[in-house]
């Protein structure tokens, strides 16, 4: 699995599902093989071509975000009526907010997570400077299912590397084949 792309130059037709919504400006933008425009107004272009032009606010295209979420939400989503274009609108502008957003979530995990080749999800526990009661303070990573120990130059999204880098991994693999406690 690639990481979250930004280039539509580098994109498959399912990488482009994955990458259509994202966050720009801290609004919502929609973008295709063709274009990349702020989905308010991808979702205006398609009021415009499928509701009646006399259900049509007078100024759709003067509304500010508010305004326009308010619309969507409010008035087009109140209908609950699946045979209204209106409601069918309002649903689909619900999901490709909440797309843009899960995907600004999940390129900031990518950003920040190891990736482990006997793994086909992520399942990483970052065990970075923790220190409990059951635990010793130390840096890397632990798969949560093969509990191999993920410690390599780029560990972390900054690329720090500490110094003992290779005695603290020796420890941590030494205490996973020993079964003591993390």
Same mark, same amino acid.
């Given at each position: 699995?690639?990481?979250?792309?930004?280039? @539509? %130059?580098?994109?498959?037709? !399912?990488?482009?599902?994955?990458? *259509?919504?994202?966050?720009?400006?801290?609004?919502? +933008? =929609?973008?295709?093989?063709?274009?990349?425009?702020?989905?308010?107004? #991808?979702?205006?272009?398609?009021?415009? /071509? &499928?509701?009646?032009?006399?259900?049509? =606010?007078?100024?759709?295209?003067?509304?500010?975000?508010?305004?326009?979420?308010?619309?969507?939400?409010?008035?087009?989503?109140?209908?609950?009526?699946?045979?209204?274009?209106?409601?069918?609108?309002?649903?689909?502008?619900?999901?490709? !907010?909440?797309?843009?957003?899960?995907?600004? +979530?999940? %390129?900031?995990? $990518?950003?920040?997570?190891? &990736?482990?080749?006997? *793994? %086909? =999800?992520?399942?990483?526990? /970052?065990?970075?400077?923790? /220190?409990?009661?059951?635990?010793?303070?130390?840096?890397?990573?632990?798969?949560?299912?093969?509990?191999?120990? @993920?410690?390599?130059?780029?560990? *972390? #999204?900054?690329? $720090?590397?500490?110094?003992?880098?290779?005695? $603290? %991994?020796?420890?941590?693999?030494?205490?996973?084949?020993?079964?003591?406690?993390?």
């Amino acid at each position: 699995m690639r990481k979250i792309v930004d280039d @539509v %130059k580098d994109m498959s037709m !399912c990488e482009l599902m994955d990458n *259509c919504m994202f966050i720009k400006n801290g609004e919502a +933008w =929609y973008r295709n093989f063709n274009e990349e425009m702020p989905f308010r107004d #991808s979702m205006r272009k398609l009021i415009k /071509h &499928h509701v009646l032009s006399e259900d049509i =606010y007078e100024d759709i295209d003067n509304m500010d975000a508010e305004q326009f979420d308010d619309m969507m939400l409010t008035d087009y989503g109140a209908l609950a009526d699946w045979e209204s274009i209106e409601f069918v609108l309002a649903v689909f502008y619900i999901m490709g !907010c909440g797309m843009a957003e899960v995907r600004e +979530w999940l %390129k900031e995990y $990518e950003d920040n997570m190891v &990736h482990c080749e006997n *793994c %086909k =999800y992520f399942q990483y526990k /970052h065990i970075s400077d923790i /220190h409990d009661e059951t635990k010793t303070v130390f840096k890397g990573h632990i798969c949560q299912i093969s509990n191999q120990v @993920v410690y390599e130059e780029d560990y *972390c #999204s900054k690329g $720090e590397i500490d110094m003992n880098i290779e005695k $603290e %991994k020796a420890e941590i693999v030494e205490k996973i084949k020993t079964g003591k406690e993390l």
